[in-house]
């Protein structure tokens, strides 16, 4: 099964720091038509980022959600991080009985080669903040190619 935590929670963040940018007001309404989900998806996915002080929301009928600290603070390992908590990059299989050379030792082959590709994987996630996105993201528009004037990415 495909886990989108990470993704989805990635834009969440990125959404809320366009638009605090932007003197503009998120909701897990607005951010949920944005990302063609359920609000209460949303919702839980702001559980661990708020935890974790990534966003900070107010309840009631203005209610808002901003990110917790600036968007030069927040790296996307702390997003990562904070909605997959401890569940493993890359599953491994349940160890089987010891038939043949493969079997006897695929397991801690896979542990190692798993273990490697979760660190490069946070090394490159430690290494872009949310305002590296947005910067990034707003560089490489594609919206209105033709027309630069009509971008609404200011940095």
Known sequence: MLD???PTALQIVLCVAMSDREG???????????LE???SFVRKLMVPLTREGIIISTLGRSGTIHLGRPPEDITLC???TSVIEDK???PQRPEVKARCVVSA???WFFKELAFEAEQA?????KSKTVADALREICERDRRNTEDANTLVCRP
Do not use: Q
């Open 105 to 107: 030792n695929t397991c």
């Open 4 to 6: 989108l935590r990470f």
């Open 78 to 80: 702390d997003i990562y």
């Open 37 to 39: 989900v359920n609000p």
């Open 24 to 34: 503009r007001r998120s909701t897990s309404k607005t951010l949920a038509m944005g």
């Open 88 to 90: 493993p990059l890359l």
């Open 121 to 125: 994987s946070m090394k490159v996630l």
